[in-house]
């Protein structure tokens, strides 16, 4: 019997903006002037919030953290494209899009600063917390997006986000597996930022995109110039609206790059080349996005100067709040290591806090 094809598949690229701001007007989204410039304005204050925290790590006033510049557009443009009704699930490089979500930034440096606090939104629903455990939070996308389909929600999806190395993961392969199965409203959003810590996807992966391994689940694949923030938005809208007619997962890989250390314990600098990152910033998504409001005629020199120093001022602001608050219990992690006292574990806290003490007691909280 002669061999036959049984299916044929393809993968697609969605680029709206170019590096140079340049726009394909056939695949501009349907924004409002007040919504690019709300889009803009939300990516450049998650760049000068992950700028300062770099400083603020420096200078020992905050702990290590995974800073997202250059990745502003994979992240910040997506939760524009959401509504108070979808969920929002993060990994650790997604600043834009908490903060676009209403996030406070202050909660993210109380978290980064060892406060569990920082993960407590009471005005924000909907949106998990920093998830540091590589890829576990495909899962708990897909056990939302489940349960609002049990619940017969029709107006709400989940969009999860995870980094190129998650998709080396078990997790991820079954949170693919399970959404395709049950038909789940969940949105993959891959930051495919090229480098796993020190690992560079060539050396991750043999397929030529993170995209195509939709296609193993039958789900809908599509890679997005992950620096585009207008198709970001695009490629999210369309999946968001997809899912909640019931048309199931997306799968979206988002070409981007990460333009800073992969967190402030590591350097750059030991494998990778800096022709390499100054050849990305050449794309950077806020050159890109600001060129093309200025092409628009929506925002000049003089607009743009205004605007950065208002977003400095933001970010000013929620360091004093960060650094105002006192209140937290220095020693709350001793709280939750055993369900019971244990005499080793209490010799250990009274320890610590008499170094506190020594160390300027209260005001060593921050340190």
Known sequence: MPLSDLASFQVQRLQVLDQDGKLDQSLEPDLTRAQKLALYRAMLLAREGDQ?????QRQGRIGTFGPSTGQEAASTAPAFAMTERDWFVGAFRELGGWLARGMPLENFLWFHNGWEEGSVFPSLGRTLPVNIIVGSQTLHAVGLAYAMKLRGEQDSAVVAFFGDGATSQGDFHEALNFASVWQAPVVFIC????????????KQTHSRTLAQKAIAYDMPGIQVDGNDALAMFRATQEALARAKAGGGPTLIEAVTYRLMMHTTSDDPTKYRTEAEVQEWWQRDPLKRFRLYLGA??????????????????EVEAAVARFEARRDFKPDAPFDHVFGTPHPELEGQRKTFLRELAQAGGPEARHG
């Not at 930051?191 to 060539?202: D, E, F």
């Not at 020199?301 to 950065?308: I, V, Y």
């Open 52 to 56: 300062k925290a770099i400083k603020l």
């Open 191 to 202: 930051q495919n930022n090229q480098w796993a810590i020190s690992l560079p996807v060539g």
């Open 296 to 313: 628009q005629g929506l925002l000049d020199e003089a607009g743009h100067a205004a605007l950065e120093a208002e977003v400095k001022a």
